[in-house]
């Protein structure tokens, strides 16, 4: 399995502070070594919203969204809360 960074959570990410920065960096850096295994999820705070897309809990303010797709794990959104909404609501 691999993470792919696209380039909309790329460039939102660009724009976050360095201390988001780093929680987000964080966070990302074992999410291979734990999705798949839910027990695991609960300390990583990965949550899943609609398979296949989940949500990791960077910080209190920040979550990413990544999406499932075959052996891929395509990160795709960066942002607080209700940006997460907005984008779950205009995905496509």
């Known amino acids: 399995m691999k993470v792919l960074l696209t380039k ?4 939102a990410a660009s724009e976050l502070s360095q201390e988001d920065r780093i929680a987000v960096d964080a966070s990302l850096s074992g999410l291979l070594a734990t999705f ?4 695991a999820h609960a300390g990583r705070s990965v949550r899943p919203l609609k398979p ?3 949500e990791l809990r960077a910080s209190l ?3 990413v969204v990544f999406v499932l797709e075959g052996d891929v794990l395509k ?3 960066v942002g607080d809360p209700s ?5 779950l609501r205009n995905r496509r």
Do not use: E, I, Q, S
């Not at 909309?8 to 460039?11: D, G, I, N, P």
């Not at 940006?83 to 984008?87: E, L, P, S, T, V």
């Open 83 to 87: 940006a997460m909404r907005d984008y």
């Open 75 to 77: 990160v795709d959104f």
């Open 8 to 11: 909309r959570f790329l460039a």
């Open 61 to 63: 303010a920040l979550r």
């Open 36 to 39: 798949g295994r839910p027990h």
């Open 52 to 54: 296949p897309v989940y």
